[in-house]
């Protein structure tokens, strides 16, 4: 038991093997896929619905293949990286202005609330005249649902600032500029990164969603052409790819995250 | 006591010791990924029923040692036995005073002390009047509605102390527990401390800076050296008991101790201030 | 070189009714009259229109009725080609209910699947009620779209009866033999029955300024459709198929082919538009549609058969 | 200045009166309809597509008084509440279990970010496939979209709470379902707030766009009716009762969340 | 030093002083809604390049006082005077070394005692070469690259003084600075501290429990009587300068301060005590 330990590790969480992860995510993924591929073999799941998953995969392999998804990837994605740095960008700043300065806070409360409440989806065709039927529309739409997460977040954890680091800092002269950078920011660093993790999500909604309203390209597009014409089997593989897209995007950004928030104690 | 008292008198000499540490090797990866070896090998067994007080330059080891004791750190070479037992996971006969902040910030003053019977499902109002009754001693009765912020820092480790000390353990940790109290006060806690280890032979390990602190309670103080860190003394502290910790300073023998440890203590501090300075 | 440019809104360009929009440009006879054409698909035919409205296009491929729709809301947008000549519109019962809904007149209190609540097909099943002496607002309506959605509202039997169009009323007649098929506007006897003549469909429209200020890219347009639906007369379904791009046909070739060959009667032979068609679809809002009842629309400004007919001479094609 | 000071106020950040932000909102609201309502009669908004403030309060006040928005508004709110209650119970749940079991996050982890990055609003005629026209449609949709936000907020809530306060609730021979309870709960407890700001917006959105998509009652049902006719009014009057309505629901949660921390240093 | 020293040599007789309570009452809001009354018409001057130490029991209000000096507090009565002006922000002159733990986490040990001199603009290298030379100072050099929760409290503490001391403020505000550290650490620490002061005759305003601590360094011992704090006494410390705190209590002088003011203090906490017990 005591052979190959770690440094330091506390006593009792012990991290889990890789080897054993990765065995249970496949098995995870074998469990459902094969039911589903079951499912819709016996007619319990009715194919036209729902598809099924080794279609699915002969789909996106086909997509893949002939490099007819690639320009409709790039666009997506595109727009869906455009929305969440615009979002991120003014989700924080609108956070820190109004987690900062009260009178702010008091006044927009309300009307950012009420904004958060909106059916955004529903505003497309308003989004469609601003911003036209390109790439514009479809930033739009994911900025307005990127920006609540990013906003919401970033505010509150400007306001969980540790109130004696933060006194610290102001009686070693901190101009308010300063406080941001180096105490607001990286407290509320952890709270960011939360809301990174569900925006990526929502920033690629946001575009796939627009391009689904009108578009003549992406994978919305793709997505609506398919259900268009009842074919499931392109409907779950252009959301699927999709998805995994996000994956790895969202593995970047818990990189990032990891290493902006090495100061922290690992648990 | 209302709590049921989970010790046992003091045991015969044959009984395996309340801790024992069996060369226990600490190391923490440091910023730039070398191995900083916090403590290397080190072996104290603590019989059960002894007030053990460990001393030592500041940050030598000792909050260290204590987690380790805690079973709040895994050491990765060595065992801590705690009766005889091999610890693998939180020490089950443990109270632990933390050497930071460890109060429960969303729960009241009267709430924090309860905490221990509360986890243990004494009934609410019995642990209510256990507490109320601890926070009398620890001189915060009129404290018990606020929150952990609203407090001097003073008064929280008060409230801490309370805390560790309801739940009746067989072995208290206790880490810089008066070092925030003014004197008076502090004089007070000692004494409640010998007053309950006396009454039911606790075993205590006790990290303080204070030497004269450490003679005056301690059966046994033990000199830690500097990194990594290792037992430079362990000396038997053989004054009468039950003590009065003001009067005990004048003991004249209590002097010659304080002379002995301290030249031992001294050697360290100034070992560890020159290796600092010279890096 | 200086071809006159032309961004084109298609509402749902998987929807067969509008598929001369699309085959058009496909065959690249737009190109050949003389107009760039832009292709702009959106997810349906109001989405299209709004984006006409907003500036973002110039003109909507979609059906002739918003035409008439929006001019009391001060709107003015003319049609200047025709390509269906019958809506496509089938009202069609749950395969769960085939043996309780026998005609039209059991509908009343059951609930009735459109596409959405203040479409077409809303409208369409509101006319259908009041021709046939029943009050419209006896039927609740229930938007389920008009994909899978709808496929499931009707097999699942969540909705008793539905308004539907191609392709799934063909995928719904191929699962289910006996699918009772209230109306179907897809043939000209139930169009003329229940419309009392032809009843426009599809038709390219555009703002009426713009048809002014762009005549020559009207009549472009025109040329083209008029061309294309020679075309497609003349051709079988599947040399039409083969013409189409892949992503409009999807994977079920044959269930698309059935559809198709359903749908060829539909299209306009001409390209004109019949001004009793007009009229039927004024009469369709007046039942139902107060703002239109009093809007005293006129409609001879929501279209013209100018291009139309120019287009149909050149090519020998009568036009009644 | 020394006259009429609260108890014990920090220096530097002077508490706004409530007058004065009662009548900056008020400003900046009629700053904006104003705007508004001139743009609108002078055409430089287009009516048809923006509508006009006063067309949009009559249609609210007529809605209101004739009672015929009432019944839709109670079928959207149901919805929305059970989503909202669902989707927090299961979020809280999930992310209590992945952020303690470190095996099950790293299983679930990939699928968790896969599911996120879904454009659920594609989904949604798979819901209606699965859940039927009726409610349980729109409770899954909005349900799929609280889900993720409280999720991965209450995930890393856990993850902040204080090492030494944990350790030390530990030593206390806390049990895990009591470390739960006692411990990782409270102390998310900030962060669960912050999500369910977010999320009860979406919450909204699910039920509306749901309606939207295939119902026969509820707001969204009353606005796709609505742009079907092309009766901006009617959608804007509609889009903004809803969100009214969601301010109230986010007031009282902000009540409770004050109530329930009421145990931190005002800032 | 590489920083320009703000502080002027001592200020005649005439000049404002430094600090100035003037009937300063401080109140909090109890959780059961009561006002409860910390500090009352508290009224205390401090001349410029003077050192005060405050005593008083655990909870009486001595780091309140603080943060009012700070300008953290802002008190419903009475004002705060900072070398003559009404203090309405955060003190400009002062540097305060907290009771609590202020580094701040997602910096190292170096870059959080460069903290000031990077909020005042000093270029990043020269920062840092000073920053080095104060790690050294307090015996840290081999921890530049730590976080601070790689430390131990009392190293914690020592980058905390670094980081208070490295700006060369006319002012400095320290609450239990030295309670965390060893013996002889705190020595060293004690020494730094009264070398620095008298260099720069800054002017130190210093929280200890420690009354010999106080009186070996002050000029003045102030002791704060318990709820509602209020000035209890006022000893002026006229030990020969400069000292080595090690040798002064060897003094016989010393010694008798230290009965005058023990006594007076031992009363104060006697009476918090009883009045605790009896709530
Ligand atoms: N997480 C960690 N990572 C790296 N080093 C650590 C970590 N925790 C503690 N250390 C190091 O371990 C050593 C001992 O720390 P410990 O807290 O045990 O000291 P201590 O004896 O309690 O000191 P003090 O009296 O100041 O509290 C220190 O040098 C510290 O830097
Ligand atoms: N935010 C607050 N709300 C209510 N009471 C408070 C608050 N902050 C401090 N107090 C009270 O003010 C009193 C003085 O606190 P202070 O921290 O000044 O004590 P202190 O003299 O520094 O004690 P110690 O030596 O223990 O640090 C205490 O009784 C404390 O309970
Ligand atoms: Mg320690
Ligand atoms: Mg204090």
């Known amino acids: ?267 | 006591m209302a709590v049921p008292a989970e010790n046992t008198p003091a045991a015969p000499a044959s009984a395996p010791p309340a801790i024992a540490f069996e060369g226990v090797t600490i190391r923490f990866a440091t910023p730039s990924g070398e191995i900083h070896t916090v403590m290397s090998e080190v072996d104290l067994a603590v019989e059960e029923g002894t007030f053990v007080a460990l001393v030592g330059p500041s940050g030598c080891g000792k909050s260290t040692l204590l987690n380790a004791a805690a079973g709040l750190l895994f050491p990765p070479a060595g065992t801590v036995r705690v009766f005889g037992e091999t610890l693998t996971g939180i020490n089950p006969h443990a109270a632990y005073l933390f050497q930071q902040d460890a109060l429960l910030p969303w729960r009241t003053v009267l709430d924090n002390v309860c905490l221990g019977l509360t986890f243990r499902k004494v009934p609410k109002a019995r642990a209510a009047a256990e507490a109320r009754r601890w926070l009398k001693r620890v001189g915060l009765a009129a404290f018990e509605d606020r929150f952990p912020h609203q407090l001097s820092g003073g008064m929280r480790k008060r409230v801490a102390i309370a805390q560790a000390w309801i739940v009746n353990p067989r072995l208290l940790l206790m880490d810089e527990p008066f070092g925030a109290l003014d004197v008076q006060t502090r004089q007070i806690m000692e004494n409640e401390l010998l007053e309950l280890w006396q009454e039911t032979r606790k075993t205590v390990l006790f990290i303080t800076h204070d030497l004269e602190e450490a003679i005056a309670l301690a059966d046994r103080v033990v000199v830690l050296s500097t990194g990594p860190a290792r037992i430079k003394g362990d000396y038997a502290i053989d004054l009468k008991r039950p003590r009065d910790v003001a009067e005990i300073r004048l003991d004249p023998a209590f002097n010659a101790l304080y002379k002995r440890i301290w030249a031992d203590l001294r050697d360290e501090v100034l070992k560890q201030e020159e290796g600092a300075h010279g890096a | 070189a200086d071809m006159p440019q032309v961004k084109l809104a298609i509402g749902g360009p998987s929807c067969l009714c509008y598929l001369p929009t699309v085959l058009a440009h496909q065959l690249g006879l737009y190109k050949k009259n003389g107009v760039d054409v832009e292709m702009i698909p959106l997810k349906g035919g109001s989405q299209a229109l709004t984006a006409v409205l907003g500036g973002s296009a110039d003109v909507v491929s979609g059906y002739y009725d918003h035409t008439v729709e929006l001019q009391p809301k001060g709107k003015i947008l003319e049609s200047f080609v025709v390509y269906d000549r019958f809506p496509g519109l089938v009202l069609a019962v749950s395969p769960k209910y085939t043996d309780k809904i026998k005609t039209v007149g059991d509908l009343v209190g059951q609930k009735v699947g459109v596409s959405a609540p203040g479409s077409s097909t809303d409208f369409f099943l509101k006319y259908a009620l009041h021709k046939d002496g029943k009050d419209p607002n006896s039927v609740p309506v229930v938007g389920i779209g008009l994909g899978a959605t709808a496929v499931a509202a009707m097999e699942q039997g969540q909705v008793q009866a539905a308004v539907m169009l191609d392709p799934a009323v063909t995928l719904m007649k191929g699962k289910y033999k006996d699918l009772r098929i209230l109306i179907d506007t897809r043939s000209q006897a139930d169009t003329r029955k229940v419309f009392g003549g032809d009843y426009p469909g599809g038709a390219l429209y555009a703002p009426a300024d713009w048809v002014k200020d762009n005549p020559a890219a009207a009549q472009g347009l025109a040329d083209g459709m008029v061309e294309t639906l020679k075309w497609i007369h003349s051709h079988s379904a599947e040399e039409i198929m083969a013409k189409m791009p892949a992503e409009y046909v999807g994977k079920d070739t044959a269930l698309y082919l059935a559809a198709l060959k359903n749908t060829i009667p539909m299209y306009s032979k001409n390209g004109v538009m019949d001004p009793k068609g007009a009229q039927a679809v004024l009469d369709v809002f007046a039942s139902s549609d107060k703002e239109v009842a009093n809007g005293h629309v006129d409609l001879s400004r929501t279209y013209t058969n100018l291009y139309a007919k120019k287009a149909a001479s050149k090519l020998g094609i009568p036009t009644e």
Chains 1, 4 share one sequence.
């Open chain 1, 1 to 267: 038991m005591a052979r190959e330990r770690p440094p330091a590790v506390v006593a009792t969480r012990k991290r889990a093997s890789r080897w054993l992860v990765l065995a249970l995510q496949v098995g995870f993924f074998v469990l459902v896929t094969g039911t589903w591929q079951a499912g819709a073999t016996t007619g319990w799941l009715d194919p036209f619905f729902f598809s099924k998953p080794s279609d699915i995969a002969g789909r996106m392999a086909e997509w893949i293949l002939s490099g007819y998804i690639w320009p409709h990837l790039i666009v997506t994605l595109t727009e869906a990286m455009a929305a969440f740095a615009i979002g991120i960008v003014t989700g924080v700043l609108a956070g820190l202005a109004l987690a900062r300065v009260e009178l702010l806070a008091a006044v927009f409360d309300p009307y950012i609330r009420i904004f958060n409440a909106l059916p955004r989806v529903i505003l497309a065709p308003i989004l469609i005249i601003w911003f036209g039927l390109g790439m514009g529309s479809k930033i739009a739409l994911g900025v307005t649902l990127v920006f609540f997460v990013v906003f919401f977040n970033t505010f509150q954890g400007v306001r969980e600032v540790d109130p004696v680091v933060l006194n610290n800092a102001r009686m070693l002269q901190a101009s308010d500029h300063q406080l941001m950078r180096h105490v607001y920011l990286p407290s509320a660093m952890a709270w960011i990164f939360s809301s990174l993790h569900t925006s990526i999500g929502f920033a690629l909604v946001g575009a796939v969603v627009g391009e689904y309203i009108g578009a003549s390209q992406g994978i919305g597009y793709v997505v609506s052409q398919a259900q268009g014409v009842f074919d499931t089997t392109g409907v779950f593989a252009g959301l699927i790819l999709t998805s995994i897209v996000v994956l790895c995007i969202d593995l970047a950004i818990e990189a990032l995250e990891r290493y902006l928030l090495r100061w922290r104690p690992q648990s």
